[in-house]
């Protein structure tokens, strides 16, 4: 996969997470939503964990 790719996955995800979760909140109301949403925050985290570890340029020594 490729860096642009994988910029733009994370963009993405990262405002549509945003844009989800502000909706719920305002929706179900700040007190029931907490838990769920520090839970999701947590997920979308280590989502993005993982995508930055991917998009990571290989290192390779080159004898220097």
Not at 20 to 46: C, E, H, K, N
Not at 52 to 57: E, G, I, L, Q
Request: proline share 5%.
């Amino acid at each position: 996969m490729s860096r642009r790719l994988l910029r733009w996955a994370g963009g993405l995800l990262a405002t549509g997470s945003a844009v989800a979760m502000t909706m719920y909140v305002l929706t179900v109301g700040p007190d029931r939503a907490d838990p769920r949403v520090s839970a999701l925050g947590a997920l979308l985290g280590l989502a993005g964990l993982a995508l930055a570890a991917a998009a990571r340029p290989d290192r390779r020594d080159g004898g220097s």
